[in-house]
């Protein structure tokens, strides 16, 4: 069995006193049966590492570069990122796919500079609402997703893959179960032709996850946890969602 994994995702939210109360609050909630990450803002990553040291609660990163050093202004490398203990780092996402420009190599090879380093990146996936309509889900995520499997090989068996259709991100309009156990059931399929181990790989959907969904979305034979926007920033709610896929 796989077990769940549940990454919060805090996107550029946050202050040192709003993070001290998040944290305090998920502690009290925990400890749950599933693997809990956070993902804060860059700048908080250090207090929030010396905050979570000794519990069971991981953290990650939001994104890094896909070099290891040199003249790249506002840049932070995995390698840095690792020197302070970090877990996960978060590649891809939609927003800086769409926001940032960046394409399926430049994700694929930020993947690669994380697991260089003994990050475990989490590779998002998902494809757009037109996209969609016009009947190209499979297309895109299979594309997005062969970019990665190339340039790691056979070690796309230590990254974590979130599905995370770009309608579904803070739109409160999640994809319905089946929807998304469908993508996920595609994407192990084509993990499974690249690696033997496809099958203990953990494939996240993430898009308006929220208590009273959770659960459902976390019972489909595929989906193994969730990546987490809106609803990481209550305590409350995270902690549901945790408890949801224990
Ligand atoms: P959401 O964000 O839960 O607020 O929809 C998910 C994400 O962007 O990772």
Redesign the pocket.
Known sequence: MRRKLVVG?WKMNGSRLANAELLAGLEEAGPFDADVAVCPPLVYLSEVALSLQGKRTAWGAQDCSARDSGAYTGEVSAAMLAEFGCKYVIVG?SERRALHAESDQLVADKAKAALAHHLTPIVCVGETLAEREAGQTDVVVKRQMSAVIHTLGHCISQIVVAY?PVW???TGKTATPEQAQAVHALLRTQLHAATPKSEEMQILY????KPDNAATLFSQPDIDGG?????SLKAADFAAICRAAA
């Open positions: 995702n996402h995370e579904a991100i803070g993430g898009g308006s996850v990546l987490i926007g809106g609803a």
